[in-house]
């Protein structure tokens, strides 16, 4: 069974259509990623999965319920969890509050009194599992705003996995990165991934880590989808080829 199946997914601006109709099914344990040219619609198909955006029609299913039309925190308490493309971070707290907030998020009872020890104990374990899982245990205690752009990606990782998603979905993990950082950080994305056999839908602009860690690629050009299948596949795809001008040759 599909943990994630998008319907005939469509999101329209006035007269631009940023989504178009995109159907998809990912599997449970697969990494699958989406891209495709600036504007195809990527970060909006994320916002609409994760309930930032409504959609205009069609339909979102996760683990065999609909979430359409739920709120952000109503889908993350489902089991999805996700980075974004422009670090999102509280710089002025630690590394490792920044992961116990991320972890809170995901309770019910994050903010009552009672039984709020046994919460914020609980996230307290998950984000140091989180940062040990990603590297980060040695900058643990070091203000966010301070820690390198490489360490900042993977914060956001972590933060995400303290969620104990089903899901994850990660948005451009290697923007902004020096080639150093992005082969760093594929390298510790490739371990958690083969360990965890976690689902992962994943935005990507760089297609050598496209290529390295996804089983399946949907590509999507002016909001539709005009290819889906294996790397392999995708990469000899005239159409694919065409809408990246032969940016693949």
């Known amino acids: 069974m599909a943990l994630l199946e998008l319907g005939e997914l469509t999101r329209r601006f006035g007269g631009l259509v940023a989504v178009d109709r995109v159907s998809m099914r990912v599997e449970e344990g697969e990494v699958r990623a989406v ?18 955006l409504k959609p205009s ?11 359409t039309g739920l709120s952000v925190p109503r889908i993350c308490q489902r089991g999805i969890a996700r980075t974004f493309q422009l670090t999102a971070l509280f710089p002025q707290m630690s590394a490792r509050e920044n992961v116990r907030l991320a972890a809170q998020a995901r309770e019910d009872r994050r903010w009552q ?4 020890q046994h919460v914020f104990n ?28 490489g360490d900042q990606r993977l914060l956001e990782v972590a933060m995400a996995l303290a969620q104990e998603p089903r899901l994850l979905l990660l948005d451009e993990p290697t923007q902004g990165l020096s080639v150093e950082e992005t082969a760093q950080t594929v390298e510790t994305l490739t371990a958690l991934l083969a360990e965890s056999r976690m689902t992962v839908l994943l935005v990507e602009h760089d297609m050598e880590v496209v290529f390295r860690l996804a089983h399946r690629i949907t590509v999507l050009h002016r909001g539709a989808v005009i290819a889906d299948g294996t790397p392999e596949t995708v990469r000899q795809d005239a159409k694919v080829q065409k809408a990246y001008l032969g940016g693949f040759a």
């Open 35 to 52: 891209i495709g040219p600036n504007g195809a619609g990527k970060s909006t198909l994320f916002n609409l999965i994760t309930g930032v």
């Open 57 to 67: 029609q069609g339909s979102v299913r996760f683990a065999g319920e609909s979430i």
């Open 113 to 116: 009194f009672c039984g709020g």
């Open 122 to 149: 609980a996230a307290g374990g998950r984000a140091d599992m989180a940062l040990e899982r990603l590297g980060l245990t040695p900058v643990a205690d070091r203000l966010a705003g301070l820690l390198s752009h």
